[in-house]
């Protein structure tokens, strides 16, 4: 499961968020009728089809892998945190007859309707990104439902998908998507760029899509404080993991970078702010902070691997602030060092950052659950499967995602070998 959400994310994330891309793309030619926006936006669609179409297969992957793999989770969730996925579903459908409106529809329908198509596709991904992420929040703060001697009842479907939790991930998790991929399609543009390619299409789309994920990663922070707030209240096992946080007490100190001794309780190597850990919960240094001493051996998360993921995924997006806070500053002030090769060089560096970052961020959320799949009710070790012989479909899907990971490689080496041949065209090109 976790190999099968490692990949998925991914293709989730980037099929969230392209298609936005390509909308303005589209807009900025119905607007200005400048061709060069034309070409960026049908070279654009042509990435969302292939993401969408091996996202389609991981997320299949992932439907059977619930099933498969969890079946003391799934006999009693299903009929409780159903209701998101047979939404995601219909947003699913949407976005596939849109996208095929889209791709086929130039010359054929009203330019400002098949701009619209294009915008829904984008819409409907979002939608399916949030209610996804929605069914994962009710695992980190169930409701909708009462429990009692292991049966559950007074099902609310409604109210377990608008948890306490759905909001504050939903946020998290679309900025951090928009941050991803705006970084990775800027990344690429900007090492065209460099190398003189297509220079005009180059430099349009890179500024596209680098405003978008400057947007995003200035804002993540915000969204990040929130979040952590959030899990103080809900999850303080899990913050107190995170944070490397052994012991209860006020005035605590925020670490940054560390290891974790679980023995010793201690975190070496790490630098600490005095009293800013508890300011940032509740607003003042003498702000009580639960360590992991007010939670039993077999109620606490794994910590080095969580503290360490959390450190990765706070660092790298300190490192996007900052770019992104150099861009915009440049767009205001400097604009004749947008092209500026150091300036395109460190968006180049910057491509995988953020996808680095939501896989840090989910390796936070998942194993900063732990023990539990459905937080305070369930364990993990009582809901997984206990069929023998399993460790062959592992490397089964393990065969499916490097082949769908090689396969989009290859098409988006080749997406950008063509864009001189097949969508850095002139007017009078053949489109």
Avoid at 194 to 207: G, L, P
Avoid at 265 to 271: A, G, L, N, Q
Wanted: hydrophobic content about 55%; overall charge positive; some cysteine.
């Amino acid at each position: 499961m976790a190999l099968s959400l490692a990949f998925h994310i991914i293709f989730s994330c980037i099929g969230m968020v392209m298609p936005f891309f390509m909308a303005v793309s589209h807009y900025y030619y119905l607007r200005t009728r400048k061709i060069v926006f034309r070409n960026i936006t049908r070279a654009w669609s042509k990435g969302v089809a292939i993401f969408f179409a091996t996202g389609a297969v991981s997320g299949t992957v992932l439907s059977f892998e619930l099933g498969l793999l969890w079946p003391g989770f799934m006999k009693h969730a299903g009929p409780i945190f159903g209701l998101p996925f047979s939404l995601e579903g219909t947003a699913f459908f949407i976005e596939a007859i849109a996208l095929g409106f889209f791709l086929y529809g130039w010359g054929k329908f009203n330019k400002w309707f098949h701009w619209f198509t294009g915008l829904v596709v984008g819409v409907s991904g979002l939608i399916s990104g949030i209610l996804v992420v929605a069914a994962n929040a009710w695992m980190n703060s169930p409701a909708g439902f009462d429990y009692k001697d292991g049966i559950y009842f007074n099902i609310d479907p409604v109210k377990a998908m608008f948890n306490d939790a759905w909001f504050s991930q939903a946020l998290h998790m679309s900025l951090a998507a928009f941050a991803a991929t705006g970084f990775a399609v800027a990344g690429v543009h900007a090492l065209m760029v460099q190398r003189r390619k297509n220079i005009e299409f180059h430099s349009t789309a890179f500024r596209i899509a680098a405003i978008f994920a400057c947007t995003a990663a200035i804002l993540q922070p915000l969204s990040g404080d929130h979040s952590a707030r959030d899990v103080a209240k809900r999850q303080p096992a899990k913050l107190a993991a995170m944070e490397g946080l052994f012991q209860s007490g006020t005035h605590v100190p925020l670490l940054i970078g560390g290891i974790p001794d679980s023995k010793t309780h201690t975190v070496p190597y790490s630098f600490e702010i005095p009293g800013m850990l508890s300011f940032m919960i509740g607003g003042n240094v003498s702000t009580e902070v639960k360590g992991l001493d007010q939670f039993p051996a077999d109620d606490q998360p794994p910590v080095v691997i969580t503290h360490m993921a959390f450190q990765v995924m706070v660092a790298l997006a300190m490192i996007m602030f900052g770019v992104s806070g150099l861009y915009f500053f440049i767009l205001w002030k400097k604009r004749s060092l947008e092209k500026n090769r150091w300036l395109l060089w460190l968006f180049a560096l910057c491509t995988p950052l953020g996808f680095l970052a939501v896989e840090a961020g989910w390796v936070v959320t998942e194993l900063g659950r732990q023990p539990w799949i459905l937080h305070g009710i369930l364990r993990t070790k009582d809901a997984v499967t206990p069929m023998p012989g399993i460790q062959y479909t592992f490397y089964l899907f393990t065969a499916v995602y490097i082949s769908l990971a090689l396969f989009v490689i290859l098409l988006l080496f080749r997406q950008i070998k063509m864009v001189p041949v097949l969508y850095d065209l002139t007017e009078r090109g053949t489109l």
